[in-house]
């Protein structure tokens, strides 16, 4: 994929700012997707999974009763310790010598 001719760089950007065809994008572009996603997205990041476990009570406004808060501290600490705030699919590790990691990476 990332090898691809018609693969654009900065793809999200140019996919929130709706400039896929533009050969170039601005600073302006970049906080402009930046600011849409602080907006209008909810970013939750397995490496910080308390975190974003309380991102996501919030956001959708869910509390948890008064004589279970602690009960509910308790569960969410012994999943996030469990998981370790990741993935649990296994993938195949990419070599970063290879043709595939240096075709991402650039």
């Known amino acids: 994929y990332a090898a691809l001719p018609d693969t654009s760089n ?3 950007t140019r996919w929130l700012t ?3 065809a533009e050969p170039h994008l601005t600073v302006d ?3 402009f997707a ?3 996603l602080r907006r ?3 970013v939750l990041l397995t490496e910080e999974m308390t975190t974003s476990v309380q991102r996501l009570m919030h956001y959708m406004e869910w509390e948890v009763p008064e004589p279970y ?3 509910a501290k308790d569960c969410l600490m012994e999943v996030v310790s469990k998981q370790g705030g990741r993935n649990q699919n296994s993938h195949q ?3 970063k010598d290879s043709a595939e990691y240096e075709a991402l990476a650039s």
């Open 69 to 71: 808060v602690s009960q």
């Open 93 to 95: 590790v990419i070599d």
């Open 29 to 31: 572009d970049l906080e």
């Open 40 to 42: 209008k997205f909810l």
């Open 18 to 20: 709706g400039k896929n």
């Open 10 to 12: 900065n793809w999200m």
């Open 34 to 36: 930046k600011e849409l």
